[in-house]
């Protein structure tokens, strides 16, 4: 049974102690934590694998993120996020193939997502709106399913205008005028304490993701990673 008290109280604790001297000195704490939010990716993965085995051949150390921020360009200089995350794909926790991704925070800002979160690379912006221009049909039908609707909302950032290329009338205009396209699930504190209903759940949502995900790794299966 995975602990989850362990992981939302050393977010919390975080999150009111944002400072190097308090993160150190509470490293057994921790690293129990991390220790439990990897065994919940475990069984995520075991849940998940029943419906897409290509996730199977993961180890949970490898997916999830660190904490410590980057604040070089940023006012918020606190130097951790206080919180778990990880992704969950068939090539680990690259953003793409899109996967699984579970952001669990506290106070009630925990969530599950799926689809393509980053809008940098603009290779990949520009295939997924290629994709969509012939197989948008295919797209209004995932998103448009009762189960999708009741669950999910498409997310991303957006141009006001169909992009330059398309016609300003496309039938799909509103697909095209994305540049990341992603959905989320919310989770509350509560829903997050019982382990066992929570993964259950998590598994059920995921697996709803599943067409959606499918789609965008149909549009980006010749994509490669920046080399850095």
């Not at 051949?57 to 410590?68: A, E, G, H, S």
């Not at 940023?74 to 068939?90: E, L, Q």
Request: positive net charge; aromatic residues 14%.
């Amino acid at each position: 049974m995975v602990d989850t008290k362990k992981i939302l109280n050393f977010i919390k604790e975080l999150k009111e102690n944002n400072n190097k001297e308090w993160y150190h000195a509470h490293k057994e704490e921790r690293l129990e934590a991390k220790s439990e939010f990897e065994k919940l990716i475990q069984e995520l993965i075991i849940e998940i694998g029943k419906f897409d085995q290509s996730i199977l051949c993961n180890d949970p150390k490898d997916l999830t993120f660190k904490m410590v921020r980057d604040t070089r360009f940023s006012k918020d200089k606190s130097p951790y996020n206080p919180v778990f995350r990880a992704h969950i794909s068939s090539k680990g926790k690259l953003p793409i193939p899109v996967g699984y991704y579970i952001y669990i925070g506290c106070d009630n800002t925990a969530f599950l997502g799926g689809g393509l979160f980053a809008d940098m690379f603009k290779e990949a912006t520009n295939m997924v709106r290629a994709y969509i221009d012939k197989n948008g049909k295919e797209l209004t039908e995932i998103t448009n399913d009762p189960d999708f609707k009741n669950n999910f909302k498409m997310c991303g950032v957006k141009l006001k205008n169909v992009p330059a290329g398309y016609d300003k009338e496309h039938p799909y205009g509103e697909f095209l005028k994305h540049k990341s396209w992603f959905i989320e699930y919310p989770i509350s504190d509560h829903d997050f304490i019982d382990s066992k209903a929570f993964i259950k759940n998590a598994a059920e949502k995921f697996k709803l993701m599943k067409p959606f995900n499918d789609y965008l790794n149909k549009a980006l299966v010749d994509f490669e990673m920046p080399k850095r």
